[in-house]
């Protein structure tokens, strides 16, 4: 094998720990580095993707020690598919923010791109883990650079919200600290594999203190409700391709962790109905927020908070079908998400608010944006020729199947509530008077292409669902197997 | 009120769940089993460390070989923190010229810097940087390694940073150090991969127990460690020290 | 450190009261500071004593009655049956370090609350819901 | 016998010390109070066969930590209770208007 997975995690590092050096050669280099990276992360997942096709899963040890005794990189269908998708919309919301950081003064350039790559990387590296401590050292990787980017701008706000998000995240790594001890104790070992196969042992008391433990810590990577109170804040105080890499890589690494930890390290009865339950009140309360929001940025952000609680109840329902549909609507909503902010950021950009009454007939100044907005918006309320459709559509057949007559009702009305607030602002973009100059910030070609191909995938996947359903499908048995998890990473021993 | 008492059956509940959960996890108790034939990590490592890596110290041998890769994390996160506080606390550079045309007084730390404490300064720090160097380099032998090292490294330019009003890092040099030192872990771990088929493998040679030079490429990757902790935690003191303060 | 082990085995429920109530109560008394303090600084004080205590009870977890830290001194290479778990050192190792980069970076939103509110008092904070 | 009391005493001074950190109001003793945290329990990390996360505890618990906080304190207030009447006024001026 040529390339191996941790060369995700290697080539990102190589380049932040250069980019200072490299900056004194060339001033453009902070910004164009990064994208080399992630545009070469992209490669080593098609490649990875190809090869596990052909070849079954990768476990790589790393330092020459084999599964349980040192740190392994496991690529299964399943984690290839996230780390695929994480990877392949980090090098567009890259490819997007290439000159919208013009803007910005020469000093920061270099820490801004720095921390947006460490932070998708991290979040590769969290997705590809074996190793629980391994994953808290990711966790916290992704969480530095999050809070550093939240608080990037001058903006009073931002590091309120940043802030914020790191007292948050301070208890999340307490209480990861706390389980991963406890397991620690109980198991000998640190290797997921190993405490999944040992976990049947463990006193039934201390799984359960762990397991709380973790779904404390994690469920607040996760926004899972009520532990989610810092998103609205550091999504809309946050650059805009950030608040896009918060919603597409960094929410999907935290729910990444918690399915992980819940569906494979713990053997609890139960836990599932408590995602269900969880899933269903953060999507019910992050929705009702959604509507009262006047401010775009954070509109978006309890909607993104509602549609990871969506994606927690169908990995309660647990069964395949249901795992299916929640891996579905995980690639949905990144990509669909990105496109939301990548073009309600050119809005606030034009508009100098970001209030949501502003942007009353913006379509006259800014028509290719206000399009791909829109197409965004249709799609995330799941209407027929877009690929958000099937993935809310295969959630609720899963649902009727367990007859979980509730949670179709609860899916059914927070659609509606999702088309009242979305046509709102669609409806004020589109059809609302306003005189005005012509738009002074037209898009950028780069970002263009980045809006572009994102609603190209929306519209061809909406149309076609079968070229990517055989990937998520082989990702959602990935998941649901796992003694086969279990027996493919410890069966090399040495 | 009604937060207090919330907070309060939270810690509570909290509290009583560690003290119940803990109870029945005696200090002292043998978790590890037998070396022979190790059923968990600690047993293995215990194992592994002094036959196979030749490396005194276990806990380096953890650190650097076993969990290398979570090091080299920690390294970036430490990096990215360093990253982070420049980001946050940066100022445009007309904003600061101003303020600095406005009052030419930097509030840095306002210790008695007196020619004692600056004559004291000069002794102490090449001294300290010398322990600094000490602790890394036998960290494979002795308690300490790269962390602590750079850590004491840190401190003693602090020690100059405070005495010194008009001491300046070399910043050059510093981003060179930090980077090269960086690059140095990786390029260890890369040659791993690219010689042994894994990233950060040791080499086979290893030497002898308790030698200085033993532990085949461990000491190595600690004495990179080592510097890049130093620079980094230096970078921190160093922009956290040079925030002027808009006080009225 | 051979009086510490032979107190231990002789005083191994008040020792083992002693350590984990201490760990307990920092990690309380660091989550009391976090939830009810006003002062940003007295809150990023309370993560680090929350910090300390988990520290301490990973540190109290490997240790193992009898056992000596494990490094192999010259003379002494056979020893490894009798050491404390290095484990739990080696991951407390990295904790600490994260978690001096974790209260350097709120440190440094700290000043920049402050020179935008001239106040680090989070009642005064209130442009976004707390 | 003497090391079992040494040993209570120095936990006791642990959690006291940790207290005072919380409740006093001048800050800059409430550092302080962080720092002695910082020592006992390095003191505690050597006694439980540590010595590796003793020194690291040392360096960065006592050392580094404590002079980041002082900076800190150095930047903003050292009293706790300091409210800023001025951003008070500035506030309800912006709420009038």
């Known amino acids: 094998m040529v390339i191996t997975p941790v060369h995700y995690i290697v080539a990102p590092l190589i380049a932040a720990f250069a980019i200072p050096l490299l900056i004194k050669i060339h001033k453009d280099a902070a910004r164009i580095v990064p994208g080399i990276v992630l545009f070469y992360n992209v490669i080593v997942s098609l490649f990875l993707m190809n090869h596990i096709a052909e070849h079954g899963m990768i476990s790589e040890t790393l330092a020459g020690w084999q599964a349980p005794w040192g740190i392994n990189l496991v690529v299964t269908p399943f984690t290839g598919f996230l780390a695929t998708m994480v990877s392949i919309l980090g090098f567009i919301i890259w490819l997007y923010g290439y000159r919208f950081k013009r803007t910005l003064k020469g000093g920061e350039v270099k820490y801004y791109e720095i921390l947006q790559m460490m932070m998708i990387a991290g979040s590769i590296g969290i997705i590809i883990t074996g190793d629980i401590f391994n994953m808290f050292v990711f966790i916290e990787i992704v969480g530095i650079s999050a809070f550093s980017l939240t608080a990037f701008y001058r903006s009073r706000d931002g590091a309120e919200a940043g802030f914020k998000y790191l007292l948050i995240g301070g208890f999340a790594s307490a209480f990861l600290l706390l ?83 819940v569906f494979t390290m713990f053997d609890v009865e139960g836990v599932n109905n408590y995602l269900m339950v969880m899933g269903f009140v953060t999507m019910l309360i992050a929705e009702i927020a959604a509507i009262s929001q ?40 990144g990509v669909i ?47 027929p020729p877009f690929s958000g459709f099937w993935s809310k559509f295969y959630i609720l057949i899963s649902a009727a199947d367990e ?62 669902p079968d070229l990517i359903m055989p990937h998520i ?21 040495n | 009120m009604l937060k207090k008492l919330i907070v309060f059956l939270l810690i509570g509940t909290l509290g009583y769940t560690l003290a119940v959960t803990f109870s029945s996890i005696p200090i002292g108790a043998n978790r590890i089993g037998s070396l022979d034939n190790p059923e968990t990590v600690a047993a293995y490592y215990l194992d592994k460390s002094p036959n196979d890596l030749k490396v005194a110290n276990t806990i380096t041998a953890v650190v650097v070989n076993f969990r290398g890769f979570d090091t080299l994390g920690e390294v970036s996160v430490l990096f990215l923190a360093a990253t982070g506080l420049a980001s946050i606390l940066y100022r445009k550079e007309e904003e600061e010229e101003e303020e600095e045309n406005k009052r030419h007084i930097s509030h840095r730390l306002n210790l008695p810097s007196s020619s004692l404490v600056q004559t004291g300064a000069k002794i102490l720090f090449p001294l300290i940087l010398l322990l600094g160097i000490y602790v890394f380099i036998h960290g494979h032998l002795t308690p300490g390694g790269g962390f602590q090292g750079g850590a004491i490294i840190a401190t003693g330019f602090l020690l100059m940073l405070v005495s010194y009003k008009g001491f300046k890092n070399n910043h050059k ?20 991969l690219i010689r042994y088929g894994s990233f950060l493998q040791n080499t086979g040679w290893t030497g002898n127990l308790n030698d200085l030079v033993s532990g085949g490429l461990i000491p190595l990757i600690y004495i990179f460690v080592g510097i890049k902790v130093a620079t980094e935690l230096t970078n921190v003191l160093d922009i956290l020290l040079n925030i002027k303060s808009r006080r009225k | 450190m051979m009086e510490f082990q032979a107190l231990f085995e002789q005083y191994r429920d008040l020792i083992t009261i002693a350590v ?99 106040t680090a008092n989070i009642d005064q904070l209130n442009s976004l819901k707390w | ?79 706790e209770n300091k409210y800023n009447d001025d951003h008070i006024n500035k506030f309800k001026n912006e709420k009038d208007a």
Do not use: C
């Open chain 3, 20 to 118: 984990y109530g201490t760990a307990i109560a920092l990690i309380v008394i660091g989550l009391y500071a976090v939830l009810m303090k006003k002062h940003l600084v007295k809150i990023v004080i309370g993560l680090s004593i929350m910090d300390a205590g988990i520290h301490l009870l990973f540190v109290a977890i490997g240790y193992i009655s009898g056992g000596t830290a494990p490094i192999f001194s010259p003379g002494n290479e056979n020893a490894g049956a009798r050491m404390v778990d290095p484990v739990p050192q080696a991951l407390v190792l990295t904790a600490i370090v994260i978690g001096f980069a974790v209260t350097a970076l709120a440190l440094s939103l700290v000043i920049r609350l402050y020179k935008h509110h001239h």
């Open chain 1, 294 to 333: 006047k401010d775009l940025k954070r509109m978006l952000a309890y909607s993104s908070v509602g549609q990871v609680g969506l994606v927690l109840i169908a990995f309660g329902i647990g069964s395949n079908l249901a795992v299916f549909g929640a891996l579905f609507l995980m690639l949905n909503h």
């Open chain 4, 1 to 79: 016998m003497a090391l079992l009391i040494f040993l209570i005493a120095m936990a006791v001074i642990l959690i006291a010390a940790a207290i005072f950190s919380i409740m006093q109001k001048d800050l800059l003793f409430a550092v302080l109070g962080t720092g002695v945290v910082s020592l006992i329990l390095s003191v505690f990390f050597y006694i439980l066969q540590a010595p590796d996360v003793a020194i690291t505890e040392a360096a960065i618990g006592i050392a580094l930590t404590t002079i980041i906080f002082i900076i800190t304190i150095r930047n903003t207030t050292r009293d």
């Open chain 1, 473 to 493: 499908q082989s990702a959602a048995d990935a998941l649901l197997d796992k003694s086969n998890y279990i027996q493919q990473i410890l069966s090399i021993k």
């Open chain 1, 337 to 383: 998400k990105s496109l939301l902010f990548m073009a309600g950021s050119y809005f606030i950009y034009n508009t100098d608010d970001k209030k949501i009454k502003s942007l009353n007939g913006i379509y006259k100044k800014l028509p290719i944006v206000s399009f791909f907005f829109a197409l965004g918006a249709l799609a995330i309320i799941g209407f």
């Open chain 2, 173 to 192: 040099i510093m981003v060179w150090l930090e980077s090269l030192a960086g690059l140095g872990f990786v390029g260890v771990g890369l040659y791993g």
């Open chain 1, 179 to 261: 389980g991963i001890l406890i397991i620690y104790t109980q198991t000998g070992t640190l290797n997921m594999a190993q405490i999944a196969e040992r976990m049947p042992d463990v006193p039934q008391q201390m799984k359960i203190v762990a397991l709380i433990f973790f779904l404390v810590a994690l469920g607040i990577e996760a926004e899972m409700f009520p532990l989610n109170g810092w998103a609205p804040d550091a999504y809309s105080q946050a650059p805009s391709p950030t608040s896009a890499t918060f919603a597409a890589v960094v929410s999907v690494a935290g729910v990444y962790a918690l399915i992980r930890v």
């Open chain 1, 403 to 464: 007859k979980y007559v509730f949670l179709i009702i609860g899916i059914l009305l927070v659609t509606i509530i999702e088309l009242t607030y979305y046509l709102r602002v669609v409806g004020r973009i589109y059809f609302a008077k306003q005189e005005g100059e012509p738009a002074s910030h037209k898009p950028s070609i780069n970002a263009l292409v980045a809006m572009s191909s994102l609603a190209l995938f929306i519209i061809v996947i909406g149309v076609y």
